[in-house]
Every structure is written in C-alpha cells, then in structure tokens.
C-alpha cells in the first residue's frame, strides 16, 4: 500500500497536476523548456458581459507561439480580498502570473492595492510614473489626485519599459510587475502592445511547442478509439480533437508535444490506423506561398490550359495594379477572382500591392458574411470598399465611386457563361454600355466549367462564402 502511494505521488508530479498530501502543494511550474503561465481578467464588466474580453485569446495565442503553457484562466469580479488571494495562490503555482484590468483612476482598480496585500507590500507613489502620469500624459489636476492613481503601486514593484514594434521607441507607460507577477491595462489596444513588448523580451530565446494538425472528413465517433489508444501510448504527447463547420473536413486533430520527433511518431501512427480515404490534404494558409502552389497545382490538373489561360489575363491586368478593381460577395468565384490576382501578383514581384475590390451592403448583410470579408482582407491585402446599394441602379453606385478614383480603369467580375448567372453581376456588365464611365468590365472565369471551378477551389482549399444564386 505504502509503495502503490509512492507511486500515485509519483505520477502527480511526472504529470505536474496541483494537489495536496498532508498539507504539501504540488505545483504546476515548469523547470523545464516550456514555463507555465495563468491569467487574471479583473472587472465586473467582463462578468456582466457588459464588455467583451478579448485580451485573454490575444495572450493565450502569443503565450503560446512563444512556448509558454498556460494553465488557468480565472475571471473574477473587483473585489479587493478576493483579487490578492487569487494572485498569491497563482503566483505559487505557476512561472508567470499575467493579469488584465483594474488599474485605472476610479474606485473599482483595485489590482494594485491587491498585488501589494498578496505580497504584504505597501503602495507608495512612483515617481517615475508619476512624472509619467504629469508630462507625459498632461495631467493638469494637482499631484495627488485621482489621475496618480495609476503611478500609486506596490514598492516592490519593477517597471518594464518594453518597445513599440513599429518604431522601436519606449512605450509611454511600462508593464509593472512585481515578482513573477505581471499588471496589464485593461484595455485592448494598450494590452496588446505592451503585451507584444513583454512577450518580446521575456520568451524570445524560449523553444516552441512541435505542433501539427491532421483533418479527417469524418465523424468523430469514427476514430474516438484509435484516438484515445494512440494518447494512451504516448502520454508525453497532446492530442486535441475538434469537430468544424468546413466545406473540406469535419474534424480538425492537434497533435503537440516538446519535440519533433515525438510529435511525428504520434502522427504517423495515428494516420497508420485510420482510413487512408478519411484523411483530408488541407491547406490552411492558401495565400502564403500562393504562386508555388499554383503552379504546383497546375502542373498536375487536367484542366491547366484553363487555368494558364485564364492566369495569362491576371498577369495582364495587373501590370498596372491600382487601376484594377475586383467585385467581392464572398462567392466562389469571387474568391476565385482574387486568389488569382493575388498569385499574378506575386509573379509580377508585386507581393505587398494591395488588391482592390468592392462589396455592397447587401452583400456583407449575409449571415457571417463580415467577419468573413475581414479575415480575407487580413490574408490577402485587400483594400475593400464596402458601398451602399439602397438605390435601384446598382451601375450608378458604381460610377460615382468611379469618380472618385479616376485611376481605375477595369472591374473584374467572377461572372461565368453558365452555373452562376446573377442579376447583380449582368448589371455590372451594363457599364460596358456606358460611355460616360472610364472602366471596362472584364470576365476572366466566363470560360469556367463548375468541374474547373470545384477542381481548383479543392486543390489549393480556398475558402468562400456560401451565396444565393
């Protein structure tokens, strides 16, 4: 019995879970390449979704790309007593300690107050932010008063001055930090950039996690147990399973641990155990490296003098990029359309050219339809216009933004002979019958059968935008 204890003890630290024999805390910091980490949101209006936290996913994503686990993410409301105790028991049982909130000028920022009780400190006023606080940042009250608030810290505190990526110079205001515990504003745009800073200079010689993602066009139910046998075997490697709404896959699996090799035995021997027809060749990232995938793709399609004809325009109209604009409604197509300018983009060597292009109102009101728009902008550079269509004539929104731009010379649309006739599109065509506007409306996919379309579409994993024909 006494051995079979041992052993249970044992495993708890091999495993480093948190526990508690005869009063002694096993903790969860690391010694080893990868530290741990928790993170303390702080305000009532988190909990009364008043405002939305968006400060822990922003952390936890550069946490870990730079290696650091994170084991706990607490949200608790501003109370003082409460706040102290969750830092000091953190503080114990993690490397780094990251809280957000609760350090501004009104009676509800109590973080500081509450790092010096978990740390039996006193608050004292730093000069330092002081002269912050009244050069910097203009104060015009009286010294003190409620806009010192944020230079009254504990005195054992350490300020760290990080740097603004973009310029290089000091932040306005450090990160204060005291043992291993570091106090964020609550505010996102000040959080990320001092965070960013932070993470910079603390994590930049940390090894990263060995990570890699399989997808399966599977039910989850299909491969749970060759899943949980394959964990089983190698315990010193994470696996994550998550089912998504994709047009590609069901089932998105991680596969994570300290070191390569682990990593790809584990991958190896789960997709030697499942169905080779399951497994999906899923590209994530179809922008980057966009021009090498595509002639890669090419080379093997049986549709690739479509393609290459179709690319020979691309090449063509964006010789002079700032006088292309592309129509954009998240359909196949469109995204089609812009994949390709992108590609002839960079065959061009015109790689951080940003692509033009327009949407309506109508459009982006689709359900999902944003978010969607704005994560496409972000991958390919795109400058979207987003106009308003409440008038009857689609073509005189058109033209009016014309006016505006008078270097645009032609509208790409991803219209086609046949498989997706929409009126929107044969309105825009109307242009090429107005004398009174500069732009030529052009169709480089009219030749496109819907095998071309779902061939290249599936081969490079294009995303797009499900849309009403």
């Not at 010096?116 to 004292?124: G, N, S």
Request: charged share 25%; with cysteine; glycine share 4%.
């Amino acid at each position: 019995m006494i051995n079979l204890y041992y052993r249970i003890i044992k495993q708890l630290l091999k495993c480093r879970w948190r526990t508690s024999i005869n009063g002694t805390i096993f903790r969860l910091k690391s010694s080893g390449e990868h530290p741990t980490a928790g993170i303390i949101v702080i305000g009532d209006e988190i909990l009364k979704a008043q405002v939305k936290d968006v400060n822990c996913y922003y952390a936890c994503k550069l946490l870990y790309k730079h290696g650091v686990k994170v084991q706990k993410i607490l949200v608790i409301r501003d109370d003082l007593r409460e706040i102290a105790k969750e830092i000091k028991e953190c503080s114990k049982m993690f490397n780094y300690v990251f809280t957000s909130g609760g350090i501004g000028p009104t009676h509800d920022d109590v973080t500081y107050e509450a790092v010096a009780i978990a740390f039996d400190d006193k608050l004292h006023y730093h000069p330092t932010l002081v002269d912050i606080i009244k050069n910097r940042f203009g104060c015009e009250t009286s010294f003190p008063s409620p806009a010192y608030k944020m230079a009254y810290i504990p005195t054992k505190s350490v300020l760290k001055f990080g740097r603004n990526e973009v310029t290089g110079q000091p932040l306005a205001y450090p990160c204060v930090t005291i043992q291993n515990v570091y106090i964020f504003p609550g505010s996102p745009v000040f959080f990320e950039m001092s965070f960013t800073a932070l993470c910079k200079a603390l994590f930049a010689n940390n090894k990263s996690f060995a990570f890699t993602e399989i997808y399966i066009n599977a039910m989850e139910d299909t491969f749970a147990d060759i899943l949980s046998a394959v964990a089983q075997e190698y315990s010193n490697v994470s696996f994550g399973s998550y089912p998504e709404r994709n047009r590609y896959y069901k089932v998105r699996v991680t596969i994570e641990s300290g070191n390569e090799k682990d990593t790809e035995t584990a991958r190896k021997m789960f997709c030697d155990r499942i169905p080779t027809n399951v497994l999906v060749h899923y590209d994530h990232t179809p922008h980057i490296d966009c021009l090498s995938k595509y002639e890669m793709m090419v080379e093997k399609s049986q549709h690739r003098s479509v393609y290459e004809y179709s690319f020979k325009k691309f090449v063509n109209y964006y010789q002079k990029p700032e006088e292309v604009l592309i129509y954009l409604d998240g359909s196949v197509e469109s995204i089609l359309t812009i994949h390709l300018a992108r590609v002839a983009n960079n065959k061009l060597q015109q790689t951080n050219t940003k692509i033009r292009a327009i949407s309506f109102k109508s459009d982006t009101s689709k359900f999902g339809m944003n978010a969607f728009l704005n994560e496409l902008s972000k991958r390919y550079n795109i400058e979207l216009y987003i106009l308003e269509n409440d008038e009857i004539d689609i073509t005189l929104i058109v033209k009016n933004f014309i006016i505006l731009r008078p270097e645009l010379r032609m509208l790409l649309l991803g219209k086609r002979s046949k498989g997706n006739e929409r009126e929107i599109y044969n309105n825009l065509a109307r242009l090429n019958d107005n004398n009174s506007v500069p732009v030529q409306v052009h169709f480089p996919l009219s030749d496109w059968t819907d095998e071309d379309v779902v061939n290249f579409t599936r081969s490079l994993c294009l995303p797009y935008h499900t849309t009403e024909t």
